[in-house]
């Protein structure tokens, strides 16, 4: 069965998102919070040590660490963020996530916009 999103298109809510973190004792724990064609929302709760491996996306990518420690490697690079950290990925650019500690983020991703047809001469 598919989990609905937390906020629905179309209805304004408001929710916490730190009741609304999960965590698993060795594991990572995703809920997507909000989605719509040209943008998904989703809250990530990372055991200690757990990671995501080096990956890339089409997307625009904001991420947003809500608690606790990460190593971000970004093209090569490893970068430590903490709470409060915000980290913009263009498309296309190597990124993995490792927990340092107990660490939740907000992943928001949007399609990048369509160009417009070249005219034809």
């Not at 929710?15 to 919070?33: C, D, H, Q």
């Not at 709760?45 to 190593?71: K, N, R, Y």
């Not at 409060?84 to 990925?89: A, P, T």
């Not at 996530?97 to 417009?116: D, G, S, V, Y």
Request: neutral net charge; glycine residues 8%; proline residues 9%.
């Amino acid at each position: 069965m598919k989990e609905e999103p937390l906020v629905s298109l179309g209805s304004e809510k408001i929710i916490s998102l730190g009741r609304e973190t999960r965590f698993a004792p060795n594991g990572i724990v995703s809920r997507t919070v909000f989605a719509a064609p040209n943008m998904r929302v989703v809250l990530f709760g990372f055991a200690p040590g757990q990671e995501l491996t080096e990956h890339t996306s089409t997307q625009h990518a904001l991420v947003q660490i809500l608690s606790g420690e990460c190593e971000f490697t970004l093209a090569g690079r490893a970068q430590t963020l903490k709470a409060g950290d915000l980290l913009y990925l263009p498309p296309g650019l190597p990124h993995a996530a490792r927990a340092i500690q107990q660490f939740a983020m907000l992943l928001t991703l949007t399609k990048p916009a369509e160009l417009p047809p070249l005219p034809k001469y």
